[in-house]
C-alpha cells in the first residue's frame, strides 16, 4: 500500500485558493468554548442527538454567528478544500468519534462545501483503519493517510513534500547528522497541496512525553514524518520545543482555522494510547480557533481530574509502568503562546462555558 500512495491524488481536488487569512490564532485569539451535556454519552455510547446540539451552541457562541450556517461561514466558503485531521491513536477505545464528524461535516455543507472538497486524514492509514473511521464516513468523503504505518525509522517520503519541513538539530540515536533527511520532518502532502484549510479534532488526553495531546501536538506529530526523534527515549525528550516549532510551519499555522476538542471521554493518564481505566466521561467539547487557548484549558481540566484521584499535575507527575517519562514536557503550550500560536496568559484567556443539561 505504501508504494501505491503518491496514486490517491489522481482526479482529486487540490485548494485553488490562497493560504487562509483566517490561521492561528484565528479570529478569536484566548476564546474557547465549553460546551456540557449530561446526556452526551449513555452506556459507553455518543449520543447523536445531544452532540448535535452541542455542535450547534459551541459554533454559534464561538463565532457569535445567529445561525448554524452563519457560524460555519464565518470561517469557511464556497471553493475551499477542508482537511480534517482526525486523532485515532488512542484506538477503539478512545478516537474522534462518528457523531463528532458527522456534526463538522453537516457544518460544512451549510457553508456551501460539497463532499468533494473534504478531505478526512490520518498521518498512519492503519492508525485510521483499526479506529473504524473508514466505515462511518458517508459515502463521497474522501480519506486519506501519508504513510501506511507506524515503522521506526518514519524517513519514507512518499506522502509528504520535500518542500516543506522543520529541521531541527535533533536525529535518533545512530543516525548521521550530516544527512539533511534526518534532522528534518516533512510536511503531508495532503497539507501542503491538497487544501487551503485544516478542522483539527483531537481527543482531551495525557501524553507521556508532551504532557498533554490535544490541539497542538494533533497538528505536530500528525502531519509531519520523523517525529519520533522528538520523543526516543524516556530522557531523550524534545517534545517541549518540537511541537511548537512544527505547528509554527506557514502551510501549518495558517491553514488550521478550527479545532474541536472531543472530551466527551478523555484520559487523565497513560496517554497517548487509550487505556480505559484512565478515562473518564466528561461530558464536553471544547471549540476555538486558537489551539494555545485550548490547550491550556484542557491541560488544567485533565490536571484537575488527576487532583480528584490523587494524582499530581502532569508537570510534577513522576514516572511510572503506565507513563514512563522523566519529565511531561507541558511547556510546549507556553512556548506555543510566544510564537504567536495563541495566548497563553490565563488572565487574558476567556472560556465560556455552557451547560446544556
Given at each position: 500500500m505504501a508504494a501505491a500512495l503518491p496514486l490517491i491524488y489522481a482526479g482529486l481536488p487540490r485548494a485553488q485558493?490562497?493560504?487562509s487569512q483566517l490561521g492561528m490564532p484565528g479570529p478569536f485569539p484566548g476564546r474557547v468554548v465549553a460546551v456540557e451535556h449530561?446526556?452526551?454519552?449513555?452506556?459507553?455510547?455518543?449520543?447523536p442527538e445531544t452532540i448535535q446540539e452541542m455542535m450547534h451552541r459551541g459554533m454559534q457562541e464561538l463565532t457569535g454567528a445567529p445561525s448554524w450556517q452563519d457560524a460555519w461561514r464565518a470561517l469557511f466558503q464556497k471553493g475551499d478544500v477542508v482537511g480534517i485531521k482526525v486523532s485515532p491513536v488512542g484506538g477503539p477505545h478512545l478516537c474522534s468519534d462518528a457523531s463528532v464528524m458527522h456534526g463538522i461535516l453537516?457544518?460544512?455543507y451549510a457553508a456551501g462545501l460539497p463532499k468533494s472538497n473534504i478531505i478526512?486524514?490520518?498521518r498512519y492509514r492503519q492508525e485510521l483503519l483499526a479506529g473504524g473511521i473508514d466505515k462511518w464516513l458517508p459515502e463521497g468523503i474522501h480519506w486519506e493517510a501519508a504513510s501506511e504505518a507506524y515503522?521506526?525509522?518514519q524517513h519514507d517520503m512518499e506522502g509528504y513534500d520535500r518542500d516543506h519541513f522543520m529541521e531541527m538539530s535533533l536525529i535518533k540515536p545512530g543516525e548521521s547528522f550530516?544527512?539533511?533527511?534526518?534532522?528534518?520532518?516533512?510536511?503531508?502532502?495532503?497539507?501542503?497541496?491538497r487544501v487551503n484549510k485544516i478542522i483539527n479534532l483531537p481527543i482531551v488526553k495525557h501524553h507521556q512525553s508532551a504532557g498533554a495531546t490535544i490541539a497542538l501536538k494533533n497538528l505536530s506529530h500528525g502531519n509531519v514524518n520523523n517525529v519520533n526523534r522528538s520523543h526516543v527515549t524516556s530522557t531523550l525528550n524534545a517534545c517541549g520545543v518540537f511541537i511548537p516549532s512544527v505547528v509554527s510551519l506557514p502551510?501549518?499555522?495558517d491553514k488550521a482555522v478550527l479545532h474541536i476538542a472531543d472530551g466527551?471521554?478523555?484520559q487523565y493518564h497513560g496517554g497517548p494510547s487509550g487505556r480505559p481505566q484512565f478515562q473518564w466521561e466528561h461530558k464536553t467539547l471544547y471549540f476555538a480557533t486558537d489551539p494555545v487557548a485550548l490547550d491550556k484549558t484542557g491541560l488544567k481540566v485533565l490536571d484537575a481530574k488527576r487532583k480528584e484521584v490523587g494524582m499530581l499535575p502532569i508537570a510534577l507527575s513522576k514516572p511510572d509502568k503506565y507513563s514512563t517519562f522523566l519529565n511531561c514536557q507541558v511547556e510546549h503550550i507556553e512556548i506555543a503562546g510566544q510564537l504567536g500560536l495563541g495566548v497563553f496568559d490565563d488572565n487574558k484567556i476567556d472560556v465560556r462555558r455552557l451547560n446544556l443539561a
Open positions: 485558493a490562497a493560504p449530561p446526556a452526551s454519552i449513555v452506556n459507553g455510547q455518543y449520543q453537516e457544518g460544512l478526512v486524514y490520518n515503522s521506526e525509522t550530516d544527512d539533511p533527511i534526518n534532522r528534518r520532518s516533512y510536511v503531508a502532502r495532503v497539507v501542503t497541496q502551510v501549518i499555522r466527551v471521554k478523555a
